[in-house]
């Protein structure tokens, strides 16, 4: 376990259930160890419906805990209308705190592109109803994801979950309002995440979240391990170094831009 944190921080994006937990004892031992490393709140993501249902049963079990519902992209091609009317109602409980993760994927051949471009704009619509902000999972799909979002009309929140781009990629997000998210792939140092780190570089810190994508993208210098929210720690300490930042000032500021787009401090608690 790392350090704690010199302020609380937020995971703004994290999947409970494939970290392992079912019941409301795991979920707690989770978010437990989080926040003796600092992480204070997290917010669990669904991929498909089954997902759905649990994030947004967890986010009642702890305080701490937050969710958000849609269905991935790579499974756009098996959505029915029975799982829009799943994820509608779901998307309106008030401890659902975002429409995500949805987007495009053109990295995994799961679901072919017509598919996932209309789920994606029925999942920017229900954000636009909900007033709820829409999480984006972008893989290999820069170009189409801005061309979806300008013909649609962005929601007044856009986050790119685990941003992929480059610094031009970034500075086209940051200049449409949109609030990139972080993860461990961030911290990493191979060639391929030199644009990527240039990008988190250069991002004003009102736009800018932290995640962990857990337990997936561990950051550096555990990449390979397994991943969990208290992580989170890891790469906001890796970000702060990269950002010639006080470690302190990045905790707050991210949690503020959490608290922000999430409207944490809108949730009812107990």
Known sequence: MPEALPAPAVDAHTHLDACGAKTADDVRE?????????????????????????????STWDDRVFAAVALHPTRAKDFTDADRRVLE?????????????TGLDYYWDFSPPEPQHEAFRWHIDLAKRTGKPLMIHDRDAHEDILRILSEEGSPETVIFHCFSGDAE??????????????????????????????????????????????????????????????CANYTLRDLAELRGADLAELAVATSATAER?????????G
Do not use: K
């Open 30 to 58: 989770l978010v437990d160890r989080a926040e003796a490393a600092g992480i204070t709140r997290v917010v669990t993501v669904a991929d498909d419906i089954e997902a759905a249902n649990w994030a947004a049963e967890a």
């Open 89 to 101: 109602e779901l998307a309106g409980r008030p401890r659902v705190v975002a429409i995500g993760e």
């Open 169 to 230: 990629f970034a500075r086209a997000c940051v200049d449409r309002g949109y609030v990139l998210s972080f993860a461990g792939t961030a911290t990493f140092r191979n060639a391929n995440a030199v644009g990527l780190r240039e990008a988190a570089r250069l991002v004003p810190v009102e736009q800018m979240l932290v995640e962990t994508d857990a337990p997936f993208l561990t950051p550096h210098p555990f990449r390979g391990r397994p991943n969990e929210p208290y």
């Open 261 to 269: 787009v999430f409207r944490l401090d809108q949730v009812a608690t």
